[in-house]
């Protein structure tokens, strides 16, 4: 419990603009677990401004900054040649990969329908996509529901929803509200709750279930639907 209070005290400081050596000092912490517990809160160049004039602190961040744009630009480089190697995907490539998402991120009870959970729109869309072009959901028919904490603006996360994948409000279920509030996240991508994403019959899961089970089955592995064991 105490490494997760120092870490939300690590991050707190950071988002005010405060450099590794200070939080360093503050916190009597080692730069190796800062650099992890703050590797996705990198301060603006409004921030680094500020800290030019501290000598020694404005040197480590400065170089700190070089480093993470040249990681960023290997990583652009890493990206173009997925682009190139991966795309576009063919008619029976993109079944499969939203099979492979919903056998990670999908609800497998059998009697509900479609569901997957995610913090993240990109995966949502995704499986939007996956739903109403590979599936043949009709979109209008696709339900929201939201999970969010109780700190947090609930009209304003439903716009942000909406907007994000262009689904009507009426089409959002009453969200469910977390008795804690953001303050307890203890790692980034909750800045929006969790969008859960519901479409399809019963007879459609089924489908999609057997599917994972065949490919499961085909390299001797084994899942579990309901907490009963399925294999081949």
Same mark, same amino acid.
């Given at each position: 419990?105490?490494?997760?209070?120092?870490?939300?005290?690590?991050?707190?400081?950071?988002?005010?603009?405060?450099?590794?050596?200070?939080?360093?000092?503050?916190?009597?912490?080692?730069?190796?677990?800062?650099?992890?517990?703050?590797?996705?809160?990198?301060?603006?160049?409004?921030?680094?401004?500020?800290?030019?004039?501290?000598?020694?602190?404005?040197?480590?961040?400065?170089?700190?900054?070089?480093?993470?744009?040249?990681?960023?630009?290997?990583?652009?480089?890493?990206?173009?040649?997925?682009?190139?190697?991966?795309?576009?995907?063919?008619?029976?490539?993109?079944?499969?990969?939203?099979?492979?998402?919903?056998?990670?991120?999908?609800?497998?009870?059998?009697?509900?329908?479609?569901?997957?959970?995610?913090?993240?729109?990109?995966? =949502? *869309?995704?499986?939007?996509?996956?739903?109403? +072009?590979? @599936? %043949? #959901? &009709?979109?209008?028919?696709?339900?929201?529901?939201?999970?969010?904490?109780?700190?947090?603006? =609930? *009209?304003?996360?439903?716009?942000?929803?909406? +907007?994000? @994948? %262009? #689904? &009507?409000?009426?089409?959002?279920?009453?969200?469910?509200?977390?008795?804690?509030?953001?303050?307890?996240?203890?790692?980034?991508?909750?800045?929006?709750?969790?969008?859960? #994403?519901?479409?399809?019959?019963?007879?459609?899961?089924?489908?999609?279930?057997?599917?994972?089970?065949?490919?499961?089955?085909?390299?001797?592995?084994?899942?579990?639907?309901?907490?009963?064991?399925?294999?081949?």
């Amino acid at each position: 419990m105490a490494k997760i209070l120092e870490r939300r005290k690590a991050i707190r400081l950071r988002k005010q603009g405060k450099s590794y050596n200070r939080i360093k000092k503050t916190l009597n912490i080692s730069k190796s677990t800062l650099s992890h517990w703050l590797k996705d809160y990198p301060l603006s160049k409004k921030q680094l401004k500020l800290l030019r004039s501290q000598g020694e602190e404005s040197r480590i961040e400065n170089f700190r900054e070089t480093m993470r744009a040249k990681r960023e630009k290997r990583l652009e480089n890493v990206f173009r040649k997925a682009e190139r190697e991966l795309l576009p995907l063919s008619r029976k490539e993109l079944p499969m990969a939203g099979l492979f998402l919903y056998w990670g991120e999908g609800t497998k009870v059998m009697n509900k329908s479609l569901i997957v959970t995610n913090t993240d729109p990109s995966v =949502i *869309k995704f499986t939007l996509f996956w739903m109403t +072009k590979i @599936l %043949n #959901i &009709p979109k209008h028919k696709i339900k929201m529901s939201l999970h969010l904490y109780k700190d947090m603006n =609930i *009209k304003k996360e439903h716009q942000f929803w909406s +907007k994000e @994948l %262009n #689904i &009507p409000l009426r089409q959002f279920r009453k969200p469910y509200i977390k008795k804690t509030s953001t303050t307890s996240v203890d790692h980034s991508g909750f800045n929006h709750g969790t969008c859960a #994403i519901v479409g399809g019959d019963v007879r459609l899961k089924e489908e999609v279930m057997m599917g994972i089970k065949a490919i499961a089955n085909k390299y001797n592995q084994k899942i579990t639907i309901s907490g009963a064991w399925l294999s081949g």
